[in-house]
């Protein structure tokens, strides 16, 4: 089975461009986190979505949003971008999302903001 | 804000010598995970302990959840250059989210 997919790889954007990362999640699976990994840190909680619906939120601004389909992938959409957004993007999928179960993470996607 | 440090923050080691690594935290966790990442990688689950001075061996790594839930080790055995990696302890916290730990680097040398 497939794992976690993310794309793309890599991306290279310009402050105050706005970017949007995809995340597919393991096949079952109905809910996706997201995560930002700034270099040499551990990764930071972003949003939980489960069936469509935002589940919980972590202390990131509102330029930071994402939405989630009836097939259970996943985007994350940042505007206006700034230099402390250059970081590593996680995508994390579970069944149900609870704190209690397993999550997979993909590969992540490498932002740079020049 | 919950917070959970890790320790140490790098370790460098020759093949074959043991190490532990620490993930403590004021507050209390439903369950813990360790994970282990390589360089533009995502993490890696390596294991999940749930109860509270609960023991967990896979292979030579030793994992062990501290008694009051609010903190973990983990012991590697005879370390390998394979072991090298950054290692993440993660506690979820409340129902929904997991809260990650700051992180050990391990570099193990030939």
């Known amino acids: 089975d497939a794992g976690v997919t993310q794309s793309p790889t890599h991306l290279i954007k310009t402050r105050g461009q706005q970017v949007t990362l995809r995340c597919s999640p393991i096949?079952?699976?109905?809910?996706v986190s997201w995560y930002q990994q700034v270099l040499g840190q551990g990764p930071q909680f972003i949003f939980q979505y489960y069936e469509k619906e935002e589940r919980g939120r972590g202390n990131f601004p509102d330029r930071f949003s994402a939405r989630q389909f009836p097939n259970y992938s996943s985007e994350l959409n940042v505007n206006a971008l700034l230099l402390g957004d250059s970081a590593l993007y996680l995508c994390?999928?579970?069944?149900?999302?609870?704190?209690?179960?397993?999550?997979?993470f993909g590969p992540g996607t490498r932002l740079t903001v020049l | 804000t919950q917070l959970l440090e890790q320790s140490p923050q790098f370790l460098s080691i020759q093949e074959g010598e043991n190490l532990t690594v620490y993930c403590n935290s004021s507050?209390?966790?439903?369950?813990l995970q360790w994970y282990r990442q390589e360089p533009g990688e995502g993490p890696v689950l390596l294991v999940t302990?749930?109860?509270?001075?609960e023991v967990k061996k896979l292979k030579r790594l030793t994992f062990q959840f501290g008694d009051a839930r609010k903190d973990s080790s983990l012991h590697i055995t005879a370390a390998q250059p394979g072991d090298t990696g950054l290692y993440l302890c993660?506690?979820?916290?409340?129902?929904?989210?997991?809260?990650f730990g700051t992180g050990t680097r391990l570099k193990v040398l030939a």
């Open positions: 507050s209390v966790f439903s369950s």
């Open positions: 993660a506690g979820a916290w409340g129902t929904y989210k997991y809260i």
């Open positions: 302990v749930v109860t509270g001075g």
């Open positions: 096949s079952g699976h109905k809910s």
């Open positions: 994390a999928s579970g069944v149900a999302g609870r704190s209690t179960d397993t999550q997979y």
